[in-house]
């Protein structure tokens, strides 16, 4: 019997229209599922709902921080254990040690290289899986 693997889903968080563009192309290159989102405040709700194998989300975004909402995530039970990337400007050791004790699985840098975020995505899917 033939085992069918799912077609794994990425939400993508990110308010700036030509980065997410880039980021969604690279991902469905990469033959993902992906949602948008340009609104962090409606996050946990998408969450929720998809149930994303991964979130890759900025971190300057107006009305909520990717920072203040990687904390409600990790605070919430059902949501909690979802790897979250944080793709950002922010590249110092300082800034990268910052995002993960805020609680972020991992990071990559802005401006993004195509091959390298899908081998980031890949990473972090294979080890979720």
């Known amino acids: 019997m ?3 693997e799912k077609t794994r889903t990425i939400l993508v968080v990110e308010d700036n229209i030509l980065m997410r563009k880039l980021f969604v ?20 709700d998408l969450m929720r709902d998809l149930q994303p194998d991964l979130v890759v989300m900025d971190i300057v975004m107006p ?35 910052r995002l993960a004790d805020a609680g972020f699985d991992g990071h990559v840098s802005k401006p993004i290289k195509p091959k390298e975020f899908q081998a980031v995505v890949a ?7």
């Open 2 to 4: 033939d085992t069918v």
């Open 25 to 44: 192309r690279c991902l469905e290159e990469g033959g993902y599922a992906v949602v948008e989102a340009t609104d962090a405040r409606v996050v946990l």
């Open 63 to 97: 009305n909520l921080s990717g920072v203040e909402l990687i904390k409600q995530i990790r605070a919430d039970a059902d949501l909690a254990a979802t790897p979250v990337v944080a793709v950002t400007n922010l590249a110092s050791p300082a800034d990268k040690r």
């Open 123 to 129: 990473e972090f899917l294979k080890a979720a899986a």
